[in-house]
């Protein structure tokens, strides 16, 4: 079966200090993963996505992540953080719709970020 | 912004009483999802389709129900809600011919007194 684990329940940082959130997964396959954003009373927002290829992507609001297979981890990352960057960020797993699998996605715990000025 | 709307938004409910919320696209997706949303869990697949009366059994799918007449829409039943279902659901959509990305929907916050 399918898992993501988000060790870091809470994080607080300065605004314009570097941000790395850790994200882990567990998974039988090539795996598809995802990191999501979410503001207080909002829906997810897709950050960015990997499916293959180059290990380190690039997403929306100047974030970035690295996959790296041999430690099943995807993890999140900002050089310069800012004010509004202050949400619940979600890593998500799963596989290509085309086979068995319809697509599902295994969710993480999510991880809060504060942003102290 | 994905074209997905929820309905309601916001509902209070009693215990043991029927309940459906609506998912609502035209993006014309062929797959779409029903999450819960609770602290401590992140979001919970309960139910998802991948197409049009074509439906399965997610993580969490005990007392709740799925149906999709349509492409468009998309509605999930609690047949006899429970305290344990209060929670923030939200509905997601993929495709037209795979599932790289998920969309999602605002979400109904649900209260079951």
């Known amino acids: 079966a399918q898992s993501v684990t988000q060790p870091d329940i809470h994080i607080t940082v300065s605004e314009g200090a570097s941000l790395e959130l850790r994200c882990n997964y567990s998974y039988g396959a090539t795996p598809y993963l995802f990191w999501y954003v979410q503001s207080p009373g909002q829906g997810l927002q897709l950050l960015l996505k990997?499916?293959?290829?180059?290990?380190l992507v690039q997403g929306i609001k100047g974030f970035e992540a690295e996959f790296k297979r041999s430690q099943s981890s995807f993890n999140l990352r900002k050089p310069s953080v800012h004010w509004s960057d202050a949400a619940e960020y979600f890593c998500?797993?799963?596989?290509?719709?085309?086979?068995?699998?319809?697509?599902?996605?295994?969710f993480g715990q999510g991880t809060i970020l504060t942003v102290h000025p | 912004d994905a074209g997905i709307t929820q309905s309601p938004r916001h509902k209070v409910t009693e215990t043991g009483t029927p309940v459906t919320l609506r998912c609502h696209q035209t993006?014309?997706?062929?797959?779409m999802y029903w999450y819960r949303q609770d602290p401590g869990h992140g979001l919970r697949l309960i139910h998802y389709?991948?197409?049009?009366?074509?439906?399965d059994k997610g993580e969490v799918s005990d007392g709740y129900s799925v149906s999709r007449s349509k492409t468009e829409d998309f509605l999930l039943t609690l047949e006899s809600a429970t305290s344990s279902q209060t929670s923030v659901y939200f509905c997601a959509i993929a495709g037209p011919v795979s599932t790289d990305t998920q969309y999602f929907g605002p979400g109904t916050r649900l209260t079951v007194l």
């Open positions: 990997y499916f293959s290829g180059d290990t």
């Open positions: 998500a797993v799963g596989a290509r719709a085309g086979g068995t699998s319809y697509g599902k996605l295994t």
């Open positions: 993006e014309n997706h062929r797959y």
């Open positions: 389709s991948y197409g049009v009366k074509d439906t």
